[in-house]
Structure formats: structure tokens, C-alpha cells
């Protein structure tokens, strides 16, 4: 059975830095894409950043691309999303998937977390 948990998150003040981290488990063997999400009140979900496990191959949208890092940790299937810069516009429920049936930047992945709030305050 896969699972999929998101951790990290919390509020922060415009400007700050915030880590998400993202363990799917269950998967099976070999590289996948794993992405973030994230949606805010009112808001469709939208793309943050994708990454193909085993090669490091990170993607990311118009709007965190220089802000936010992708990368994998050491433990199988777990990525860990840096946020620096933070903005109030990036306040939000970020969800983490695995597993996508068309791009990496849409919202048609196999498998998703529950998600995690980031808050941050202007």
C-alpha cells in the first residue's frame, strides 16, 4: 500500500524560510516523479516542483523557480522542498504526490498526501 506524508510547514513572517519534507512509501522499485502542490482558500491547485528520484532532476514553476529548492534526501522516496523568500502569495496547503499520469505539472498524480499548512504573514 503506498503513503504518502508531508511534514514540516507552520507560519512564518514575509521574507522567511520554511522546509517541507515528503516520504512515499510503497512505491515500487525504481526512479519516480514526486511533486508539491499547493492551493489556497478559494484557489484551483497548482504546481510547485517536481522531481524524478535517482537523477536529481528537479522542475519547477515560473513563480518559486530561484526561491525554492527540490531535492532528494538520503532516505528512499523522500524529497525535501527548501522555501526561502517566502512571499504571502505562497501562503497555502501544500500537498505532496507521487506517481503522475500526464506532466509533472498537473494535478493527475496516482498518489497524494493529506497536506500541510504554510502560512506567511505581510
Known amino acids: 500500500r503506498v503513503q504518502v506524508m508531508e511534514s514540516g510547514g507552520g507560519s512564518v513572517e514575509a521574507g522567511g524560510s520554511l522546509n517541507l519534507s515528503c516520504a512515499a512509501s510503497?512505491?515500487?522499485?525504481?526512479?519516480?516523479?514526486i511533486g508539491w502542490f499547493r492551493q489556497a482558500p478559494g484557489k484551483e491547485r497548482e504546481a510547485v516542483a517536481a522531481i524524478f528520484t535517482g537523477f536529481s532532476s528537479a522542475y519547477y514553476t515560473e513563480t518559486v523557480r530561484g526561491r525554492f529548492t527540490l531535492s532528494e534526501s538520503n532516505a528512499k522516496n523522500t524529497v525535501l522542498l527548501q522555501m526561502n523568500g517566502l512571499k504571502a502569495e505562497d501562503t497555502g496547503t501544500y500537498y505532496c504526490a507521487a506517481d503522475p499520469h500526464g506532466r509533472w505539472d498537473e494535478p493527475r498524480y496516482a498518489f497524494w498526501g493529506q497536506g500541510t499548512q504554510v502560512t506567511v504573514s505581510s
Open positions: 510503497g512505491l515500487r522499485d525504481g526512479s519516480h516523479f
